[in-house]
């Protein structure tokens, strides 16, 4: 039976073949007040892979990610999920779309208003009514189990480190089992044992699930643990992508110059 | 030239804004849970600060009545002046720009932190419409307790009009009710009492739509709390002056 998600990204584009990658970005193309953030990007994303996409800051690796899951539109270009494109989707049917993936804010964008099992309830109370509370609530208990937060779930945002934050975002994102999974700087801000935690959770959590992950980070080192693939932007184009061995054997100067400084 | 494009941007992004609420609001799935805790934040916590400004109105209407009345010798007319000044003019608009202050403020804040800290990107980003669960119960919330609200502060400064007078003179609440709604039609007050609905949609849709297009932190979120109130406000008396020549024209 078909759903909502390929009712809407049918109606996006013409079916294509099942080989199609499950994110695709073609020559994208982003400006902000006249700066060029992003430009002519292209990146593809198969099922079970994940990506790091590395860089300086403001050079656009976190509005790729806001273009892909759609709070933002780019000025030209396409982005494609399962081979449908999704620009021009309506709110709700880019919902519908948004609903396979999942996504980690910089900020982790806890709800301050809500407890930490509540921001992790707040996705499954949304699109997943055929739950009972008790089958919600044991949800929740796992999802957060599953990223270390298990004893927290009265706790509010507040009153956890930014660490443990990440964590409950993570959670957050992983609620409604989606196949993508978008990570803006999973591990910025955080101190190297926090850091190398949340690296190894997600590396766990991507064996487990296989899902389609891009990394955005400024960190080689998790990138490399994270990542099987690493692309390097630089003024709003990739400069270099392939595995971190790729990058170290590179000639090209902005590329020994990351790999030396990071 | 700048300040003269700002304002006609304005008014079409918010024209943009309501039309993605309205849209929201109209298609499935309903918010009802946040709408119920929405109607409990604007009418139920509101209720205390339009009850006291109620009673402050129908004192000084009291006072105020009963000396020019007095002046003229009309004072036989006290009752019916105090019901028609009360229930026609001053408990809808107190209640609207009692009601502006308290939850203008209180939603644009809110919705501004929000946005500032990315939580409304993290509900979108969770294929959760916030026009729908944000804007859309807000306002709606607002359009139906308003005119409760203003109900309320009509009995209120009624009753405490009526209180400030008999401690003066002798007049019973009986005598003061019976001569106050003598001659009394539903067009002189059911159309004053539900226009404030009206209120509700500028106080509503003008506190979320600030507060859901700020930017700029803690400066950001400071001006979308005032900006809500003062332009809520502003619109609010402004929209009265159209409300009250429809109704005179339509509820003669």
């Known amino acids: ?262 | 030239m700048r300040p003269f494009i700002g304002f006609f941007e304005w008014f079409g992004s918010l024209g943009i804004f309501s039309w993605q609420v309205l849209r929201a609001a109209v298609t499935p799935p309903y918010e009802w849970r946040e709408l119920i805790r929405q109607l409990d934040e604007v009418g139920s916590k509101s209720l205390p600060l339009v009850a006291m400004a109620g009673a402050a109105i129908g004192v000084i209407l009291s006072l105020e009545a009963r000396y020019s009345l007095t002046r003229f010798g009309a004072k036989s007319m006290f009752p019916a002046t105090l019901v028609y000044s009360v229930l026609q003019v001053m408990g809808p608009v107190i209640t609207g720009l009692v009601v502006s202050g308290r939850v203008g403020a209180g939603m644009g804040a809110e919705l501004a932190s929000m946005k500032v800290t990315e939580q409304i990107d993290a509900i979108e980003a969770s294929a959760i419409n916030p026009y729908r669960l944000l804007a859309a119960t807000r306002i709606l919330a607002c359009i139906l307790m308003l005119p409760l609200l203003t109900l309320a502060t009509d009995a209120i400064a009624l009753l405490t009009g009526w209180f400030a007078q008999a401690l003066v003179e002798p007049l019973s609440f009986h005598q003061f009710i019976t001569n106050g709604f003598s001659g009394a039609t539903f067009n002189a007050f059911v159309p004053q009492t539900f226009k404030t609905s009206v209120y509700g949609l500028i106080i509503g849709l003008i506190a979320c739509f600030q507060g859901m297009r700020t930017r700029g932190g803690a400066a950001g979120v400071g001006r979308a709390a005032t900006n809500s109130v003062v332009l809520a406000s502003l619109f609010l008396i402004l929209s009265d002056v159209v409300l009250v020549k429809f109704i005179l024209v339509f509820f003669p």
Request: aromatic share 4%; proline share 3%; glycine share 10%.
């Open chain 1, 1 to 262: 039976m078909a759903t909502a998600y390929d009712i809407a990204t049918k109606q996006a584009e013409p079916e294509q073949d099942g080989l199609a990658p499950v994110i695709a970005v073609e020559n994208l193309y982003k400006s902000f007040a006249g700066h060029k953030v992003l430009n002519g990007i292209s990146l593809r994303v198969d099922r079970g892979e994940t990506l790091a996409v590395l860089g300086r800051s403001g050079t656009g690796k976190s509005v790729l990610l806001r273009l892909i899951i759609g709070l933002d539109t780019p000025d030209s270009g396409s982005i494609c999920i399962h081979g449908h494109a999704i620009g021009g989707l309506s709110i709700d049917r880019m919902g519908e779309v948004r609903k396979k993936m999942g996504f980690l804010f910089q900020s982790a964008a806890l709800y301050d208003s809500l407890t930490v099992a509540e921001n992790v309830a707040f996705p499954l109370e949304h699109h997943r009514r055929d739950l009972s509370k008790s089958e919600r609530a044991d949800r929740v208990r796992q999802l957060l189990a599953e990223v270390g937060m298990e004893g927290d779930l009265e706790k509010m945002p507040s009153d956890i480190s930014g660490g443990m934050q990440k964590r409950v975002g993570l959670a957050r994102a992983l609620a409604l089992e989606p196949e993508i999974l978008l990570l803006d700087e999973p591990t910025a801000g955080l101190d190297p044992i926090s850091s190398g935690e949340i690296g190894e959770l997600i590396l766990k959590l991507q064996r487990e699930r296989r899902m389609a992950s891009i990394v955005v980070t400024h960190d080689l080192h998790s990138a490399r643990t994270i990542a099987g693939r690493l692309a390097l932007l630089n003024e709003g184009d990739v400069v270099i992508e392939g595995a971190f061995e790729d990058l170290q054997q590179s000639d090209i100067g902005f590329v020994k110059e990351f790999l030396k400084q990071s």
